[in-house]
């Protein structure tokens, strides 16, 4: 990609993980706390995909896995950032597919959505730095 379509690239993603993680805060506002957390691994996933696109100056891949793309953008997590990332990776799942949805909305109550949410803004922040400084 031309330094141009990176920039457009990157612009787009970011614009997205912003609307997803305002989203998910709308959501948890109104009590949708089971879409609240599935609007934080979107928001986190678009940000990532907004560093990868910055870093290798290609397409991100086709993929939702948080962890692959931390992998793809070279960017060093901490144990306590991979469990995040790891946790935040089945919020994706559990929310789609009925086998889950039972037992995901049975564990997304607000304490559940709040500590997630949070959690999801700090390391939302640590990559939006991340993306600036590159």
Not at 7 to 15: D, F, M, P, R, S
Not at 67 to 73: D, F, H, N, R
Not at 90 to 106: G, H, I, Q
Not at 107 to 114: L, V
Request: glycine content about 2%.
């Amino acid at each position: 990609m031309t330094t141009k379509d990176v920039t457009k690239v990157v612009k787009y993603w970011l614009e997205a993980a912003v609307h997803d993680l305002e989203m998910a805060a709308s959501l948890f506002r109104t009590g949708k706390y089971d879409y609240c957390l599935f609007l934080c691994h979107l928001a986190l996933e678009k940000i990532l995909k907004a560093l990868v696109a910055r870093i290798t100056k290609e397409h991100p891949p086709f993929t939702h896995n948080l962890l692959y793309l931390a992998g793809k953008a070279d960017i060093h997590l901490s144990k306590t950032q991979i469990e995040l990332l790891d946790q935040v990776n089945r919020f994706n799942m559990e929310a789609r597919y009925p086998e889950d949805l039972k037992a995901f909305y049975k564990k997304a109550n607000r304490s559940y959505a709040k500590k997630y949410l949070e959690a999801t803004r700090e390391i939302y922040k640590w990559f939006r730095k991340k993306l600036e400084i590159v």
